[in-house]
């Protein structure tokens, strides 16, 4: 089984709806993280979460909002998604004994027309 | 701030020949390095990182990366490319003790029979 999940793999929504994506993992790390990626752009960070009760904005946080409801469990939401969230997006974590080192699910392909 | 610059957005080689995927990276602080693959369609796998110590670090698949302080770079290598190496690669940094990546560009990889 995969140590970091993410649903669903692939959305189509509308412009104006409210849409979570949800990320589980098993590896017992501490770190949780969202990534967008969109071509030509690398991956930027959305949010990260440090431990349940800390939640941190990264670079491009503007109309997204997050949920970390347990260790192995952070959500993100897009509490009206426009057009140009459409992108591929990720959700890493990481500990810190590991040194920075981030693990990755498989993605989340979203579109928003 | 950090930022990285992956100098090349596609590089084609032949199959059996050497790559050099080339990174450069700003910082204030001493950093943490690192390169990521992405195959079609999946998520990102963490290829080998720089922490410390030897400036010529060894990774999964046979790419090796050699850190510059002087430059500031962080280029990765390869003396045989596969098909199987067809990919997209992501550089990225952190400052020590941050926490956060910063990703490159990437640079899609595209090995020719």
């Known amino acids: 089984d995969a140590d970091v999940t993410q649903t669903p793999r692939n959305r189509i929504t509308k412009t104006g709806k409210r849409i979570m994506l949800e990320c589980s993992q098993t590896k017992g790390h501490d770190r949780m993280y969202w990534y967008r990626q969109d071509p030509g752009l690398g991956l930027r960070l959305i949010y990260y979460s440090f431990d349940v009760k800390d939640i941190n904005k990264g670079e491009i946080s503007d109309g997204y909002s997050v949920s970390r409801q347990a260790q192995a469990k952070f959500s993100l939401s897009l509490e009206s998604a426009i057009p140009n969230q459409t992108a591929l997006y990720f959700c890493a974590t990481s500990d810190p004994q590991l040194l920075e080192a981030q693990y990755f699910g498989p993605g989340t392909r979203l579109l928003v027309l | ?113």
Do not use: M
């Open chain 2, 1 to 113: 701030a950090q930022s990285v610059t992956q100098l090349d957005s596609q590089v084609p080689v032949f199959e059996e020949a050497p790559v050099e995927l080339r990174c450069n990276y700003s910082s204030s602080v001493s950093v943490y390095l690192f390169w990521y693959v992405q195959y079609p369609n999946q998520g990102l796998q963490l290829l080998l990182k720089y922490l410390s110590g030897s400036t010529l670090v060894k990774g999964i698949n046979g790419f090796e990366a050699e850190f510059n302080k002087s430059q500031t770079s962080f280029h990765l290598r390869k003396p045989s490319v596969h098909i199987s190496d067809t990919a997209e690669y992501f550089c990225a940094v952190s400052d020590k003790g941050a926490q956060k990546l910063v990703f490159g560009q990437g640079t899609r990889l595209t090995i020719n029979p």
